[in-house]
């Protein structure tokens, strides 16, 4: 199994008809390393996946729930159609059920204890509380307190729990039962079974690949525009068919065209089949015009980011308005994209209309990835893949110096979050 967080599977196993089509389905639990933050940020979490069985005899994750820390499966079963879990929580172990609904897999009885807290020397009411991000209210109504004060060491204080929170990971729907205090992302979560995206290995065949992810070679094919003749190339991207890629992200580069490194950016985002939007500078685009022609060939979105990179706050107006129709001109106006990115973000009001009223939308970004000043791929990938949404713009750099760990953080974007179900389209085109 492809997973980006260290997963192993279970021996907790279950089999039986969820959804009443006669066909087996299964229950299958993961455990994974968890990657959260909040009180409980260590240790082990329990991911419990439904793969429901097709007549050909593929299976199709459709929903899962995620078990916060504090919390151990013990038993699965199958029974009239729910699946039936055994928990151990806290100090307690609870029984619980679940049936398959069109959204996810939903609770459909029982009550999960979230944990039970022994009161220690020195802790108030308020402290407990603030522990676990719960308020007084909520924890004095749950334990039936009327005064905060009388509290006394060694009192077993039940801990209310978090309202159930549904998420989307990689298009499987997940419902996520979190300790209180717990942030829960779909950014912080285990990627599902089947990844979006296979990354074809040295002597993988065509067939190795489809039968490892329990599709059919046609339909393999057919979903990447293949030719069974044409041998898989190591470091290939494969999308695999029938797992949605129903979110997008913006990948956007400043500051091109360089004439060693973007070209290096086009055939990376080429091998991951990702599409981006350039804002180049005109006296870069002046220099290298087939960069900028190869950029618009393969469908990449090519904007206006000024001629020389100036500061607009700097400048008179007639000055803004030269930079635009100079970097326009150095791009070609059939070429040219209707977007305007200001250098270091920075656009004065007068500047913002004279923008405005030459046609260009201006676009900033959502999700920064700080590779101007950091030579780290690793620190440089971090913040997109933490903050990573549907419909994000991302600032990156292919242009004004070496770009050796930019290249490299893209590569783990694309890798890591195709593997979610990502697309990377251009913003402007």
Same mark, same amino acid.
């Given at each position: 199994?492809?997973?980006?967080?260290?997963?192993?599977?279970?021996?907790?196993?279950?089999?039986?008809?969820?959804?009443?089509?006669?066909?087996?389905?299964?229950?299958?639990?993961?455990?994974?390393?968890?990657?959260?933050?909040?009180?409980?940020?260590?240790?082990?979490?329990?991911?419990?996946?439904?793969?429901?069985?097709?007549?050909?005899?593929?299976?199709?994750?459709?929903?899962?729930?995620?078990?916060?820390?504090?919390?151990?499966?013990?038993?699965?079963?199958?029974?009239?159609?729910?699946?039936?879990?055994?928990?151990?929580?806290?100090?307690?172990?609870?029984?619980?059920?679940?049936?398959?609904?069109?959204?996810?897999?939903?609770?459909?009885?029982?009550?999960?204890?979230?944990?039970?807290?022994?009161?220690?020397?020195? &802790?108030?009411?308020?402290?407990?509380?603030?522990?676990?991000?719960?308020?007084?209210?909520?924890?004095?109504?749950?334990?039936?307190?009327?005064?905060?004060?009388?509290?006394?060491?060694?009192?077993?204080?039940?801990?209310?729990?978090?309202?159930?929170?549904?998420?989307?990971?990689?298009?499987?729907?997940?419902?996520?039962?979190?300790?209180?205090?717990?942030?829960?992302?779909?950014?912080?979560?285990?990627?599902?079974?089947?990844?979006?995206?296979?990354?074809?290995?040295?002597?993988?065949?065509?067939?190795?690949?489809?039968?490892?992810?329990?599709?059919?070679?046609?339909?393999?094919?057919?979903?990447?525009?293949?030719?069974?003749?044409?041998?898989?190339?190591?470091?290939?991207?494969?999308?695999?068919?029938?797992?949605?890629?129903?979110?997008?992200?913006?990948?956007?580069?400043?500051?091109?065209?360089?004439?060693?490194?973007?070209?290096?950016?086009?055939?990376?985002?080429?091998?991951?089949?990702?599409?981006?939007?350039?804002?180049?500078?005109?006296?870069?685009?002046?220099?290298?015009? &087939?960069?900028?022609?190869?950029?618009?060939?393969?469908?990449?979105?090519?904007?206006?980011?000024?001629?020389?990179?100036?500061?607009?706050?700097?400048?008179?107006?007639?000055?803004?308005?030269?930079?635009?129709?100079?970097?326009?001109?150095?791009?070609?106006?059939?070429?040219?994209?209707?977007?305007?990115?200001?250098?270091?973000?920075?656009?004065?009001?007068?500047?913002?209309?004279?923008?405005?009223?030459?046609?260009?939308?201006?676009?900033?970004?959502?999700?920064?990835?700080?590779?101007?000043?950091?030579?780290?791929?690793?620190?440089?990938?971090?913040?997109?893949?933490?903050?990573?949404?549907?419909?994000?713009?991302?600032?990156?750099?292919?242009?004004?110096?070496?770009?050796?760990?930019?290249?490299?953080?893209? &590569?783990?974007?694309?890798?890591?979050?195709?593997?979610?179900?990502?697309?990377? &389209?251009?913003?402007?085109?």
């Amino acid at each position: 199994m492809e997973s980006g967080i260290d997963v192993r599977t279970s021996p907790l196993q279950v089999a039986g008809d969820l959804n009443g089509d006669g066909i087996d389905d299964r229950a299958l639990l993961l455990e994974s390393r968890a990657s959260r933050r909040g009180p409980f940020a260590a240790g082990t979490r329990w991911e419990l996946l439904v793969l429901l069985g097709d007549a050909d005899g593929t299976e199709s994750p459709v929903a899962g729930i995620t078990f916060s820390l504090a919390f151990k499966v013990t038993a699965l079963s199958i029974a009239d159609g729910a699946l039936h879990t055994t928990l151990a929580a806290g100090q307690e172990a609870t029984d619980t059920a679940f049936v398959l609904e069109s959204d996810g897999l939903q609770r459909a009885d029982g009550q999960l204890t979230m944990l039970t807290h022994l009161v220690r020397r020195e &802790e108030t009411l308020s402290k407990i509380a603030a522990k676990y991000g719960v308020s007084m209210g909520e924890l004095m109504a749950r334990n039936g307190i009327a005064d905060a004060n009388q509290v006394y060491i060694g009192q077993a204080l039940s801990i209310p729990p978090t309202p159930l929170a549904h998420e989307n990971v990689g298009g499987v729907p997940f419902l996520f039962i979190g300790l209180p205090g717990e942030e829960l992302r779909a950014s912080e979560t285990a990627l599902p079974l089947r990844p979006a995206q296979h990354i074809v290995q040295p002597g993988e065949r065509w067939d190795e690949i489809a039968a490892a992810h329990h599709v059919s070679l046609p339909a393999l094919i057919d979903r990447n525009g293949l030719r069974l003749s044409a041998r898989p190339m190591p470091g290939q991207v494969i999308f695999i068919p029938g797992i949605p890629q129903n979110k997008v992200i913006y990948l956007t580069f400043d500051d091109g065209p360089h004439k060693e490194w973007t070209p290096k950016f086009l055939d990376l985002l080429a091998r991951f089949q990702a599409h981006a939007t350039f804002f180049v500078n005109g006296v870069y685009a002046t220099l290298y015009p &087939e960069l900028i022609q190869r950029e618009v060939n393969e469908e990449h979105g090519v904007a206006n980011h000024t001629y020389y990179h100036s500061h607009l706050d700097k400048l008179s107006q007639d000055r803004v308005a030269w930079e635009l129709i100079a970097t326009q001109t150095a791009i070609g106006v059939d070429n040219q994209a209707p977007c305007f990115r200001p250098p270091y973000g920075i656009l004065p009001p007068d500047a913002w209309n004279t923008v405005v009223n030459q046609g260009y939308e201006v676009v900033i970004w959502d999700i920064d990835s700080l590779d101007w000043k950091s030579s780290d791929a690793e620190a440089i990938a971090a913040p997109v893949l933490e903050r990573a949404y549907d419909g994000a713009i991302v600032l990156m750099h292919d242009g004004g110096e070496e770009r050796p760990a930019t290249l490299a953080a893209l &590569e783990t974007v694309l890798t890591e979050l195709g593997a979610q179900g990502y697309r990377f &389209e251009a913003y402007c085109k």
